[in-house]
């Protein structure tokens, strides 16, 4: 089931008047304020945010042609898996190391979803080390589905995804000796990393791997950049999903992301303008505090 | 219902905690709903460690029990596994080397094991960094050379004798790279890959939330 | 493959070699080099100085055992800065693996070098799981987040914390971490409650939180070794952190000769002939 553009209507106008009506009879004092007032500029900017991905959704669902551009990281996936098969090799892929509330080890299991696709397509051995046990849940059946959605049921084996150790460098310890006993043909890391990324990267590159590292970490980005072929950086790791999937609604959401990029900047650049020249000091001051 | 419902408590959630970042906890019931669901998943985590457990020991007694290639060292992790666990199990009550508290069990195997690999991992870094920059900053082009000079200007910067040599060329060097590198281009650049980031994790959140973005649990 | 080539692809291992010669040389022939404070150690160690003897203080400990060796130095430096105020200290950490060790074996340490007593200058809470909840919860109330310390003593039994019941008894956090826990202490603790938040993070961390000082939110940071050998220095008190800048001298210095010896192979030798043709 999805949620329709025109169900939205109905549903939007609700949930900003449900919650009022609710918070206002559990208020405990009349003169207190149930609504976060100092939230309101969150709450406009969420508001326009949701707007904008819907319209560019709801485009999408009308078949505009929505221009994406190439990302060299995401198209050199598939040409990482037909190497893993050429070679014989397994394809080595980590969602992450955080748990399955990170937005980006979410991001990162749609995207072995996509990854399972072409490997199950391929017929090639693939091989999911997790750190937390929900990740292992969620990860299985990610690839499930897509082994069976391509038709390759039997070649799907729960050891694919496995856990192998809860402390990140325990975790780290074991992917760097799969990756240099097994000698994956391709390693993807897409996700949340800390300290380990240099770890396992230095170690893939090492091992002869071609890499492809995406993270939203920017502490992290510049180790993934300096040890991998090609790097996914912030947004791109959650554009990956739409983008590996072409389907116009999901690229509908990237478009609507990236229009509020622009509308962020032009009001960067106001407010770099009227700072600079002293005018209008109430509208910054509507950004300091959320 | 299979499909429709994990859609139905995806929006439901994603909903409810929204909405409660607008209420006062202290005056709205919604305002406390947050705290109150961050609870739930605290509980749900723990029952989600016995799926890593039976895993972790499934996988490794496979290979041991067909002596595949590296059975012992899988033979070892077992034993590691039952043996920190087991007796920060028991109660304290029993004897002082259980339980998780100092002088127990899992606290001299912690302290004395894993603490010191997690320190020597960490270090491993140092050498990593050395043979990933050695291999990879080269003035291949552009930006690889402004990468270079940039890197070498911050590895002097951050220490003693490097500043000393920076302030040989004159004495405001070091601080020009931190107001301008460290205070210009890098915060800038991280702000930028910040906004970036939260505006791709708000966008998937949204996807989520309405169902157009079902990867994450098994459905295309 | 001539002179040039063979210097532009130097195998791994005697990379890895001179690095550990490069560590090791100087815990040998130990060097001490003055350290130049930077102006976010400054502004940190400032406001420290500017808070009112004797006024309630957070310390975190908010680290792996992994790291200890960049963020102990900055947590001693603090108890030396803050013990010599005679500060009130509240520590606690959202780092489950070691976490509530480390700071019981560190504020124990250095209380008893000033002659400190547990419960009236200062307490270990420990660590509670969630830290979302533990951040946004001790806002309301400490005590309904951990009912009891580290050891298992209720608060209400500590003198200290009848005087401190939220973030509103308290003037100042300092947080010492090597993971984004900062980013919640910015945003639901400073962004919400208004204390001011200061930080000392691991090298690898520190580049990102230039923005946070950039915006106010944050109050001054350390930076890796070296922000904890100027923080050691601005206390008077050089220890762990001073002692490696020696070490982390040679290193770096080794990084960057490597690099230049890597690109003169490359310029000079037939790696850039090769990428010219392809």
Known sequence: MRLSTRSIRPISAGFIAFPWVCGSVYAQSTDSSVFRSDRLNALVLILLFSIVVLVYTRWARQGKPLFIRKIPGLDAVEEAVGRATEMGRPVLYIPGIQELDEIQTIAGVSILGRVARITAQYETPLVVPVRYPLVLAAGQEAVQQAYTEMGKRDAYQPDMVRYVAGEQFAFTATVNGIMTRDHPAANLFMGYFAAEALLLAETGNAAGSIQIAGTAQPEQLPFFIASCDYTLMGEELFAASAYLSHEPLMLGGLKGQDFMKIILVTVILLGVILATLGWWPDFISWFKEV | MRRTVPVVIAFLSGFVMLVSFFFNPDRSILGRIESEVLSWVSIVAGFSMLLGVVSIVGVNWRVVRDRREGWGYKAITLVAVFVMAIPAMLPVSWSPLFGDGSGSIYDWLFQNLSATMMGTMFAMLAFYIASAAYRAFRARNAEATILLLTAILVMLWRIPMGEAFLRLFSDKLPDIINTYVMNGVNLAVQRGIIIGAALGAASMSLRIMLGIERTYMGRG | MNFWDRIATVERRWVYLMVALAVIFPLIVPAHFPVQISPEARQLYDAVEALPDSCNVMLTFDYYPSTLAETEPMSIAALHHLFRKNCKIVTMTTIPLGGPSIAERVTRKMAAEYGKIYGVDYVNLGYKYNYVAVLKGMGTSIESIYPTDNSGTPLSELPLMQHVKN?????????????????????????EYGIPVGCGATAVMAPKFYSYV???????????????????????????????????SLVHLLIIGLVIVGNLGYFLGSGRRKAKQL
């Open chain 3, 167 to 191: 973030y509103k008894d308290i003037k100042f956090i300092f947080v010492v971490s090597d993971n984004v826990i900062v980013d919640y202490w910015i945003s639901i603790v400073n962004a």
């Open chain 3, 214 to 248: 950039g915006s106010g939110q944050m109050t001054g940071l350390l930076g890796g070794m070296k922000g904890a050998a100027e923080y050691e220095q601005l206390v008077n008190h050089p220890g762990l952190a001073v002692k490696g800048m020696g070490i982390q």
